[in-house]
């Protein structure tokens, strides 16, 4: 397939520069942020170098889900579409979060009093919400009408994967709690919150593993994916639309409807790993705070006196 798809798209289909050459501005604000321009927020401390990997490394994970061959590879198959959607919402949002030091969403918060931003924050920044919307617009947005529509709609199907990205950070935020003190859920409802979100995109997934047939004309009817590759490459790409002129797709070792179940496997185990690790970042920041409460211990007070008779 590796082949197939370097021999018959370009270089601006599979590599995407127009996405790289915007994700390195936006390293080099984040860089200048942490940098030369720390000095203008108050209570600003060096970000550690974990902190400024988590970002380049949030960076790199979004052009693989937004950009790279795998963009044109999920228009092939679902199961790298689903790839895609792994990389853009459950590996680089969470890694942003992490790589963003406190003092900016400090800033943030101090700029939004007072104003319509702080009233909608408080509407929108709540766990319910949190765990509702990204859920509801994954499952809605891998329904088949839905899919096929957004598809072969450039400007409306990159609208719904803004809006995703910014339910995914709404999610992501009270898993991680970046900000202590401004976190509406303690450490063991935390950690419910993170199971509830699990069980909540179990039924999408459900439903494109055990589908009787393949589901998405997108990769099963020659006309509909001439018609995405169309809209979705960029401009002045070449697009092979003798490709599916046989009427199967020659890129796919394997037919649409074990592609299919292998995408939901995938989102399923993929999600589950994920929040298996911030299950564990919770827990270890639980113990942390519990071992403080407790104060030290008898062998961590310094023997700075002796006793003499």
């Not at 397939?1 to 994700?23: D, Y």
């Not at 319910?128 to 329904?143: K, R, W």
């Not at 697009?239 to 299919?260: A, H, W």
Request: a positive charge; proline letters at 6%; aromatic letters at 16%.
């Amino acid at each position: 397939m590796l082949q197939q798809l370097f021999t018959n798209f370009g270089f601006r289909a599979l590599w995407t520069p127009e996405l790289i050459v915007i994700l390195i501005f936006v390293g080099f604000l984040y860089f200048r942020l942490v940098g030369k321009w720390r000095n203008r927020f108050v209570g600003a401390e060096p970000v550690s170098t974990s902190q400024k990997t988590y970002f380049i490394l949030g960076l790199f994970a979004l052009y693989l889900g937004w950009g790279s061959p795998l963009y044109v590879a999920g228009h092939l198959m679902i199961s790298f579409h689903m790839a895609q959607m792994v990389f853009a919402y459950f590996i680089a949002v969470p890694l942003f979060i992490l790589g963003m030091p406190k003092w900016v969403f400090h800033a943030i918060i101090q700029k939004a009093k007072g104003t319509i931003f702080e009233r909608v924050g408080k509407l929108f920044f709540s766990p319910l919400i949190g765990v509702l919307f990204f859920n509801f617009l994954f499952s809605v947005y891998h329904l088949p009408n839905i899919f096929d529509f957004l598809m072969k709609n450039i400007v409306l199907h990159s609208g719904y994967e803004m809006l995703m990205f910014v339910a995914a950070t709404l999610m992501w935020w009270h898993m991680i709690a970046p900000i202590p003190s401004k976190a509406k859920l303690s450490d063991l409802r935390r950690m419910g919150y993170i199971f509830a979100n699990g069980i909540l995109i179990t039924p999408a997934c459900a439903l494109i593993i055990f589908a009787p047939t393949a589901m998405y004309s997108v990769y099963t009817d020659p006309n509909t994916w001439a018609t995405v590759m169309a809209f979705c490459l960029p401009a002045g790409a070449e697009i092979p639309y003798n490709l599916f002129s046989s009427g199967t797709n020659p890129f796919s070792p394997i037919n649409p409807r074990s592609d299919q179940q292998l995408a939901g496997i995938l989102m399923k185990i993929m999600q589950e790993i994920t929040y298996g690790f911030t299950l564990g970042y919770v827990f270890k920041q639980w113990i942390k705070k519990e071992k403080q409460s407790e104060g030290p211990s008898i062998s961590d007070i310094p023997a700075t006196h002796t006793i003499k008779n």
